[in-house]
């Protein structure tokens, strides 16, 4: 299979303003792909622990996120301070895709939640 991350983050980001940033990390917590280096190994190490785990909090960029879904299939978190949110979603080749934002209304991020899906289906 073609490694198609990038590409797909890309479009994801020209399509909603509101994405930030983007990382790809395999089931042991290696970094597949990322827009830049927002995100630490031993920041993805958590996210994974809180997603697969039912976490409540996770922490990236030095900023604390409480989580609001966690299923094997979708993880949604948000930093009530800043506004900013991650989701998560499972790629075709069973990697781990999560999406930083910026701040956006509450009832926008069911909507956030399906485009990531979306990106992540696309990707393998």
């Not at 303003?17 to 917590?29: I, T």
């Not at 927002?38 to 994974?48: D, Q, R």
């Not at 785990?53 to 094997?72: D, K, Q, T, W, Y």
Request: proline content about 2%.
């Amino acid at each position: 299979m073609s490694e198609n991350y990038a590409g797909v983050f890309d479009e994801l980001k020209q399509q909603n303003e509101n994405v930030r940033e983007g990382c790809v990390m395999d089931e042991y917590g290696g970094i597949v792909f990322s827009s830049s280096e927002w995100i630490s190994a031993k920041e993805v190490a958590g996210v994974l622990d809180a997603w697969s785990n039912h976490g409540f909090r996770l922490e990236v960029a030095g900023m604390g996120f409480s989580i609001l879904r966690s299923e094997p299939e979708a993880l949604v978190s948000k930093n009530v301070a800043s506004g900013s949110s991650i989701l998560g979603s499972i790629t075709k080749d069973k990697k781990y895709f999560i999406a930083q934002l910026g701040p956006m209304p509450a009832e926008s991020i069911g909507r956030m939640l399906f485009d990531v899906a979306r990106a992540a289906d696309k990707m393998e």
